[in-house]
């Protein structure tokens, strides 16, 4: 194999690993946009992993799976949401609650259940595939991945542009003000919740019924903490936060292709690296003042 | 929250008063939680009958691998010391209105301080234990206090940094065990291929344990870990310092006005439940019935269950020693179910709907009620202190 065609593997590997990440990571960043710090993002996504498999398995169509996913990481998405942002329980607490229990829930389904594999298609762009090194990682993949194309810039334009994204901001950097006006605080980080849980499913649901074309125990294995973590390493910007989820997949498509290059890099350092990343991110950028100011805390009238 | 109440030393008193006696919101928190315990038994029994097991058959394994006999006892109280110490530190934290999320970590990084000590320091008898149990609080402390010198001096979200602490320690503790001049055990043979885990830690590194199979047998863990529990009850109830401790949490201002130092406190009980998830990781390394080798998953979910006890229990230490004896429970026939063929991660399920069952009654009384925050004030609280100790806060 030539320099140029394992290049062009791992990249490819690392574009199929980056694309899940940047689906939720779409979500995750709206919705701390909206200064919902939300950690179930991993429950989102392991949840619409096992429910597209089994929906495409019992439907024998890898599309409807797909569509089931998203739906169900909206349900998790409405959860969370009426826990954290009508009940006011912590929405750490919320988060960890839920993983555990979409965790403890798929683990035994997917002992006690059988399902059919299904994946859905490779669609490949002609011409555009045949660009040497990035042709075939970009332009050959399955389906749903090009929705990236259209999911970031909606994303983007949503927050930055349209009027729900300015409350949205506004209900994120300072909750109280945004009251005042007259913008429902909790119920805009609601609606930015069902948002990234529908991403997160899509992303989870791509996962599964497009990349492996199965489910298997804890199969999102943490990758919702990485998402967290590549908004956190973009600094609550859509751009750089996409980039993270890149540089996440790619040290991840590394890490499994260097054995094999006859490469010895430490395998620790490159898991870490993504986490610490983020954590150095926010030692520089707090002091900067780029996160949400708001973020994370619950918002209730009258309360300072 | 109760913000304008501690101020007004009038509405404190009526308040405190209307606290010692039970009222009716805590009659309907009681029914609400018991009702949400009897939805999560019913969702258990139901997913189980879906999916073809038997609930009364599941019950009966849980019980026999727990508290049938006096092996499943053993079991039992062995997994119930660090899920209580565990559980008993995140009540420290909590008490001050820090929330630590890492204690996985903590764990972790407390097993390693704990091998590293315990391999490299030659020690007679009971000296190395107890030196291999403080090295383990000493690292699950210092683990905790980098979170806490984060938020002190760049401001970063405690929850964020410690949950993502606890992602380094496991690749910490993997990268130690398999590194041959870290504490990757040694081989034998020339052709034996080393495991990831550490040497087996000398004989006498082992805790004691009274009685031996097949009677009861106690542990010290167990001992320890109550103690320090009714200490850490006692400390927060009753001592000046425990006072400081639940004023910083109810309302970090007005503490910052009566001269507590809030930030330096609020680090101080986060380096404290790090240091009591780190002692749960030495009792782990330490245990008599365990391989007494340092490996990834030496942790084995108790950090992450143990935050779980402490927000069933409420933040109150007391109240942990029972949740975390149920917790024990689960865990112990949780093993012995996926022996009856029934996936044990059926415990997992019961765990989260139970901590559901508990987080969820009081703040859905509070809705229902209006809330705390409802009753009349004296005036709009108003900003006082500048917005650094907000950051802090």
Not at chain 1, 37 to 46: K, R, Y
Not at chain 2, 251 to 280: D, K, M, W, Y
């Amino acid at each position: 194999m030539s320099v140029l065609d394992s290049t062009s593997t791992i990249l490819a590997s690392g574009v199929r690993l980056t694309v899940p990440l940047a689906f939720a990571a779409c979500g995750e960043y709206l919705a701390e946009r909206a200064g919902a710090m939300n950690i179930s993002v991993e429950a989102m996504m392991l949840s619409a992993a096992f429910t597209s498999v089994a929906t495409a398995s019992a439907t024998g169509s890898a599309t409807v799976g797909l569509m089931a996913g998203v739906l169900t990481g909206l349900v998790v998405g409405f959860v969370h949401g009426n826990l954290s942002h009508r009940a006011q329980i912590n929405t750490f607490v919320v988060g960890l609650v839920l993983n555990a229990l979409v965790l403890g829930l798929t683990s035994y389904l997917i002992t006690t259940e059988q399902f059919a594999s299904h994946q859905v298609g490779v669609l490949s762009i002609p011409l555009l595939e045949d660009i040497p090194l990035i042709g075939k990682p970009l332009f050959s993949e399955r389906w749903p991945a090009y929705l990236l194309i259209l999911l970031v810039p909606l994303t983007w334009w949503l927050v930055e542009r349209s009027r729900w994204g300015l409350e949205l901001r506004a209900v994120g950097e300072n909750p109280q003000a945004a009251d005042v006006t007259g913008i429902k605080v909790n119920a805009r980080r609601r609606q930015a919740l069902l948002w990234c849980g529908a991403l997160a499913g899509l992303g989870g649901a791509y996962l599964a019924v497009g990349e492996v074309g199965s489910f298997n125990q804890n199969m999102t294995a943490g990758r919702g903490y990485l998402v967290i973590a590549a908004v956190i390493f973009g600094a609550w910007r859509l751009g750089r936060t996409m980039l993270g989820c890149l540089v996440f997949g790619l040290s991840d498509a590394m890490r499994l292709a260097l054995p094999a290059l006859g490469v010895t890099l430490n395998a620790q350092l490159l898991v870490a690296a993504p986490y610490l990343l983020a954590l150095l991110a926010m030692l520089l950028f707090t002091t900067q003042h780029r996160e949400p100011a708001a973020l994370g805390r619950p918002f209730e009238r009258g309360s300072t | 929250m109760s913000a304008a109440s501690l101020s007004d030393p009038d509405d404190l008193g009526r308040r405190l008063l209307a606290r010692l006696r039970p009222g009716r919101r805590d009659w309907m928190t009681a029914g609400l939680t018991l009702a949400l315990i009897g939805v999560a038994g019913g969702v258990s029994a139901l997913l189980l009958t879906l999916t073809g097991a038997s609930p009364s058959a599941s019950l009966a394994a849980i019980w026999t691998g727990s508290l049938a006999n006096t092996t499943g006892w053993t079991t039992t109280l062995l997994n119930t010391a660090p899920l209580l110490l565990v559980a008993v530190g995140a009540c420290v934290c909590a008490s001050a209105g820090t929330f630590n999320i890492g204690q996985e970590g903590q764990v972790l990084i407390g097993g390693l301080a704990g091998a590293w000590v315990g391999l490299r320091l030659a020690m007679p008898g009971p000296m190395l234990v107890a030196v291999v149990l403080v090295a383990a609080a000493v690292g699950g402390a210092a683990w905790a206090a980098l979170s806490a010198l984060m938020l002190r001096f760049r401001g970063v979200n405690v929850p964020v940094s410690t949950l993502l602490m606890t992602f380094l320690a496991i690749q910490l503790v993997t990268f130690a065990v398999s590194t041959p001049w870290v504490l990757q055990e040694s081989v034998q043979g020339a052709g034996d291929i080393a495991d990831a885990q550490s040497n087996a830690l000398p004989a006498h590194a082992q805790l004691a344990g009274f009685g031996h199979y097949p009677s009861l047998q106690l542990n010290t863990g167990l001992f320890l870990a109550l103690v320090a529990t009714v200490a850490v009850a006692l400390l927060l109830s009753r001592s000046r310092w425990g006072f400081k401790v639940r004023m910083v949490g109810l309302n970090p201002r007005t503490a910052q006005h009566a001269g507590v130092r809030v930030a330096a406190l609020g680090g101080l009980t986060l380096a404290l439940s790090g240091a009591f998830a780190g002692l749960a990781g030495g009792l782990l390394l330490t245990s008599p019935v365990s391989t007494n080798r340092l490996q990834a998953g030496l942790s084995d979910n108790v950090g992450w269950d143990g935050l779980l006890v402490a927000l069933v229990a409420r933040n109150r230490p007391m109240a942990a020693i029972p949740v975390s004896f149920v917790f024990a429970v689960l865990r112990a026939g949780g093993d012995f179910l996926s022996a009856t063929g029934v996936p044990s991660y059926l415990v997992d399920i019961v765990k989260a709907l139970l901590v559901l069952a508990f987080v969820a009654p009081p703040v859905l009384v509070d809705l229902f009620h209006g809330r705390r925050g409802a009753t009349p004030r004296a005036a709009p609280a108003v900003s006082v202190v500048p917005a650094k100790t907000e950051a802090a806060a």
